[in-house]
Structure formats: structure tokens, C-alpha cells
């Protein structure tokens, strides 16, 4: 069965430096990948997807990420945190074969602080 | 507007007493799905379907029921609800498995 690993439970950085969330996943075949986030009180927001083509993709809100299989990976990256992007971020790996499901990791929570 | 919407946004309840989330969706997508997000656990999926009355058991399933009788509907029945199953719920439709998700604002459930 397909599962999806966000290793970090909580991660603290300062405005304006570098991001980096990961995430491992488990599927047999082509994963569909996905970024959400979450703001206090609110329903998800996908950032970005990856299905095929160009390893590292960009998403909205100035995040990207990269696909790597070899790793199974699909780390989150963002070059300069703003105060705003404080929320909790969200993997999910989406299945196309038989049943279509999807599956989310147990999400990381970002706190920016000042 | 594009939009999901789940009523209700709040409800306490007691053990035992039947209770219907709605969900209805305005972009006439195929696939709608149901999780519910716990602190630490992240969010499960509890039913989807594919279409109209077509659905299948997520991770969770258990104490729930869904149906698809229409394209843009999609309850969630709780006929004996446990405290165990007080959560936050969210309601998803998407093209399908592949495409961006759009969620609905959740709905907090207490089960005294």
C-alpha cells in the first residue's frame, strides 16, 4: 500500500531564510505527488503537483520541488520564508491504478519567526 | 466561484444519535472524496468515489457511510456516532485522483 513519510513533525526558521520539507514516499508504480498547505482554520491549498516530465516543478507563492526516484522523494523548497508562509504543509501521494486514492503524510508545521 | 461547501461547520453531538454532513460541489467534478484530520495524524481518507454511485472505502471507513447520488453531492452518515470519531472533517472533489483537489472549510464534530 502507498504511504507518505514527512519526517519533520515541527520546523521553527527565521524571515527570510531558506526552506527545505521533505518527503518520502512509498508506491510501486508512478506516484502522482502533491504539496498542500493549510492555514489556521482553513481548508488545504495545493501548492504543486508532479506527475512526469521536468523533475523540479514550481508551484505558487514562489515553492518548487523536486522529484527524485531514486530516493523517493519530493522535498519542498522555498529560498526566502516570508512571515506568511507559517502554516502546516502537507505531502500526498495520489494512486491511478484499480482505485484511486489519496494518501497524505502527517503533515509539517512551519513556524516563522521574526 | 468554484467552490466546495460542507454543512455544517461546527456540531456537538451525543453518542448514538444518527447525524448527516452535507457536501455539495459547483465544478461538476467526477472524483469526491472525505477525511478527517487528527493532531498528529494528518489526514485519512475515509470514502471516495469515482462517480455517481460509485464509492470505495479510504484508510478509515469504519462507522461511516457515504452515497453519490448526484454528481455534485456527497454526504457523510454517521449512524451511531463514538466520541472516538470526534475529528475534524473535510470534504475534497477534484477531476479526478490526478488533478488538484479543492476542499471544502472543514467541519468539527464532537461526540459527547
Known amino acids: 500500500a502507498q504511504s507518505v513519510t514527512q519526517p519533520d513533525i515541527h520546523i521553527t526558521v527565521s524571515e527570510g531564510a531558506s526552506l527545505e520539507l521533505r518527503c518520502n514516499y512509498s508506491?510501486?508504480?508512478?506516484?502522482?505527488l502533491f504539496w498542500y498547505v493549510q492555514s489556521p482554520g482553513q481548508g488545504l491549498q495545493l501548492l504543486l503537483k508532479?506527475?512526469?516530465?521536468?523533475?523540479l516543478v514550481q508551484g505558487i507563492k514562489g515553492f518548487e520541488a523536486e522529484f527524485k526516484r531514486s530516493q523517493s522523494s519530493f522535498n519542498l523548497r522555498k529560498p526566502s520564508v516570508h512571515w506568511s508562509d507559517a502554516a502546516e504543509y502537507f505531502c500526498a501521494v495520489g494512486t491511478f491504478s484499480g482505485s484511486e486514492k489519496l494518501v497524505f503524510g502527517k503533515g509539517t508545521k512551519l513556524t516563522v519567526n521574526p | 466561484e468554484a467552490q466546495v461547501t460542507q454543512n455544517p461547520r461546527y456540531l456537538i453531538t451525543v453518542t448514538g444519535k444518527k447525524l448527516t454532513v452535507t457536501c455539495s460541489q459547483n465544478?461538476?467534478?467526477?472524483?469526491m472524496s472525505w477525511y478527517r484530520q487528527d493532531p498528529g495524524l494528518g489526514l485519512r481518507q475515509i470514502y471516495y468515489?469515482?462517480?455517481?454511485?460509485?464509492?470505495d472505502k479510504g484508510d478509515v471507513p469504519e462507522g461511516y457511510k457515504v452515497s453519490r447520488k448526484e454528481k455534485r453531492n456527497f454526504p457523510l452518515i454517521l449512524e451511531s456516532p463514538s466520541p472516538n470519531q470526534t475529528s475534524l472533517y473535510f470534504c475534497?472533489?477534484?477531476?479526478?485522483?490526478?488533478?488538484?483537489?479543492?476542499f471544502g472549510q472543514g467541519t468539527r464534530l464532537t461526540v459527547v
Open positions: 475534497a472533489s477534484s477531476e479526478d485522483v490526478r488533478t488538484e483537489a479543492f
Open positions: 508532479y506527475f512526469s516530465g521536468d523533475t
Open positions: 468515489s469515482m462517480n455517481v454511485e460509485v464509492t
Open positions: 465544478m461538476n467534478h467526477e472524483y
Open positions: 508506491y510501486g508504480a508512478t506516484p502522482y
